[in-house]
């Protein structure tokens, strides 16, 4: 695994609504790379990460074989839950952009850090109760649509020389995040290219009109 760490006590700025006032707690710095691998399924769950910037995926594998998106972690937020249970991971963690990390043995976790990661927790299930409704409501058009938009408010999303917000994704990142096939995705998205409502490019996608692709996500 392609990473490099060091060992610190910097106070991470708070973000989603994490306690400003936290306390210190020693923790160790990691830097991974874009698509790589922070744990895997069946690793040993002894350590809690927050995310000081960058994108984390949480995934696991289907009955048949795919992976399936089952959350996002943004700057801010806490994961590696199973270290307060003693149990194994899973699901596997990857870096979706560059990405640092903090991360805590949770034996050493005290106090209002404790509290920071309840409330991180309790924002997550909120998106994830919203990802699921993503998943299970309207068709695969309208699935696409709102998992780009969604994309679009994560670090995966830029401006480029036009000035248009860009997502960085490729069609089987948008099949694992709208739990449906390769393929399938990328017939919606030459239909949304063709319509004008997206540019595509290598590993990229243009939101050229997201009020556009706003009324498909929303048009039950």
């Known amino acids: 695994m392609n990473s490099t760490m060091t060992r610190t006590n910097v106070r991470p700025q708070p973000m989603n609504g994490v306690n400003a006032n936290r306390t210190h707690a020693p923790h160790q710095l990691l830097k991974f790379d874009r698509k790589r691998a922070l744990y ?115 670090p995966l999303a830029y401006e480029n020389d036009d000035g248009v917000t860009t997502v960085s994704a490729t069609h089987e990142l948008l099949a694992e995040g709208t739990a449906s096939t390769r393929e399938s995705v990328s017939k919606i998205i030459t239909q949304l290219r063709v319509e004008g409502l997206i540019r595509t490019a290598y590993r990229s996608i243009a939101l050229l009109e997201p009020e556009i692709l706003d009324d498909i996500a929303n048009d039950f």
């Open 40 to 154: 895997h399924h069946g690793d040993n769950a002894t350590t809690v990460y927050r995310v000081r910037s960058g994108l984390v995926r949480i995934t696991r594998m289907t009955p048949e074989g795919r992976i399936m998106t089952v959350r996002h972690v943004l700057p801010g937020d806490y994961f590696g839950e199973e270290a307060f249970t003693g149990e194994s991971r899973e699901e596997m963690a990857e870096a979706l952009t560059e990405t640092e990390l903090e991360a805590y043995e949770h034996a050493g976790l005290t106090g209002s850090i404790l509290m920071d990661i309840t409330q991180s927790l309790s924002h997550q299930m909120q998106r994830l109760v919203d990802y699921e409704y993503h998943l299970q409501t309207g068709d695969l058009r309208q699935r696409v649509a709102r998992y780009l938009l969604t994309l679009a408010e994560t």
